[in-house]
C-alpha cells in the first residue's frame, strides 16, 4: 500500500495542534516530532515538516499529498485547493485597524491611505471590491507598530483576542475574512492515497466532533423521566436505568457543547439532580 504525505508546520501556531491530532488520531510517529520527516509505525503516513507559507505550493505540485494550513494563507497565495476538512483550531479573523484615536466613519477612511500588511493580495482584492484606492505597504512581521512609527496609517492584519491591537494603540475597524486550521489536499490523489485520507477524515471526525460534546449523567424522579429525555435527545435516544431506589433513575445521553449551559439549567428546572458531565474522547455516529 502506499503512503499518505501529509505536511505540517514545523514550528509555529499550528505545530502542537497539528501533532495532537495525529497522535489522538492512533498514530504512532516514528523519529520524534522535530525532524524534517517523520514516519508512522501503524498508520500509512509520512509526516513532513515544512514552513506553513511553502505547504501550499508543495501541495500543488504534488511533493506532499495532504497538507494542514491556515486559510488565511491559502487564499492569500491563491490557491483552490479541495478542503478534505476544517479543523476548528487556529481560529482568528483578517480585519483592518486604525490608530484608536483617529475618528472612523466608514470605508472611506482608507481612501489614498498606507495600509500595512502581510496580507497584500487579500487586501488588494477586497479593496478593490469595495472600490477603495489605497497604498499596500508589505511588510512581513510587526505589522501592528507601523502606524505608531510612521511607516502606515493603518494596519491589515491577523486579529483573534483583539489583545495586540489595544496594546498597540489601534482598533479594529473592519473585519474582511475569518480563517481557520484546515486539512487541504491535492487534487492527483491515487484511489490508494484518497482511501487513507478518508480514514483519516474519518478518525478526525470523531474526534471533532467529541471535542463538541459532553457526556452527561444524571438522576431523576421516574415522573420527570419524559420531559427530561425530550431536552437531551442524544444520538439515537438517551439510556435510563433504574436506581436502587425504585422511584429514581439515572439517564445518560449527550449534550453539545453549543447550548450546554441552558440545557443544564433547564435539567435542573425539570428536576434532574446529581448531574455528572464527562468529556467524550471520540464520537463516532
Ligand atoms: P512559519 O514560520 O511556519 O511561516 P508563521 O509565523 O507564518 O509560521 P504562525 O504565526 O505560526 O505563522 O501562524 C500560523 C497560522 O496560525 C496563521 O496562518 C493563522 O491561520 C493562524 N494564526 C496566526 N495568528 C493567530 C492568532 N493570533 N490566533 C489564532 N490563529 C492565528
Ligand atoms: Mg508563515
Known amino acids: 500500500m502506499e503512503t499518505l504525505k501529509i505536511a505540517i508546520q514545523k514550528s509555529g501556531r499550528l505545530s502542537e495542534k497539528s501533532l495532537t491530532?495525529?497522535?489522538?488520531?492512533?498514530?504512532?510517529?516514528?523519529?520524534?516530532?522535530?525532524k524534517l520527516i517523520a514516519v508512522s509505525s501503524n498508520f500509512p503516513i509520512e509526516v513532513i515538516y515544512l514552513r506553513d507559507d511553502d505547504i501550499p505550493q508543495c501541495i500543488a505540485d504534488n511533493t506532499v499529498d495532504i497538507g494542514i494550513v491556515g486559510e488565511d494563507v491559502i487564499l492569500e497565495q491563491s490557491f483552490n485547493f479541495k478542503i478534505a476538512l476544517k479543523l476548528g483550531?487556529?481560529?482568528?479573523?483578517?480585519?483592518?485597524?486604525?490608530?484608536k484615536n483617529l475618528p472612523?466613519?466608514?470605508?472611506?477612511?482608507f481612501q489614498g491611505r498606507k495600509i500595512a500588511t502581510s496580507y497584500p493580495n487579500i487586501l488588494k482584492s477586497w479593496l478593490a471590491q469595495q472600490n477603495i484606492q489605497a497604498q499596500i505597504v508589505p511588510c512581513k512581521g510587526s505589522v501592528e507598530i507601523t502606524p505608531s512609527i510612521g511607516m502606515a496609517d493603518a494596519i491589515f492584519d491577523i486579529v483573534s483576542s483583539g489583545s495586540t491591537l489595544i496594546s498597540n494603540g489601534l482598533r479594529e475597524v473592519e473585519t474582511v475574512c475569518r480563517s481557520q486550521a484546515i486539512l487541504v489536499q491535492s487534487e492527483n490523489l491515487s484511489n490508494d492515497k484518497v482511501e487513507i485520507l478518508d480514514d483519516l477524515v474519518f478518525r478526525i471526525s470523531s474526534i471533532l466532533r467529541a471535542e463538541n460534546n459532553k457526556y452527561v449523567v444524571l438522576n431523576a424522579p421516574n415522573?420527570?423521566?419524559e420531559s427530561i429525555i425530550k431536552?437531551?435527545?442524544g444520538i439515537k435516544s438517551p439510556t435510563v436505568v433504574p436506581l436502587s431506589d425504585p422511584d429514581w433513575s439515572a439517564i445518560h445521553s449527550v449534550i453539545s457543547d453549543d447550548d450546554f449551559w441552558s440545557v443544564v439549567q433547564s435539567l435542573r428546572d425539570s428536576g434532574a439532580q446529581g448531574i455528572l458531565v464527562i468529556p467524550v474522547d471520540k464520537m463516532i455516529i
Open 21 to 34: 491530532l495525529l497522535e489522538r488520531c492512533g498514530i504512532r510517529l516514528t523519529n520524534g516530532d522535530r
Open 89 to 99: 483550531f487556529a481560529k482568528c479573523r483578517l480585519s483592518l485597524a486604525i490608530p
Open 104 to 109: 472612523y466613519s466608514g470605508l472611506a477612511f
Open 223 to 225: 415522573n420527570k423521566i
Open 231 to 233: 431536552l437531551i435527545p
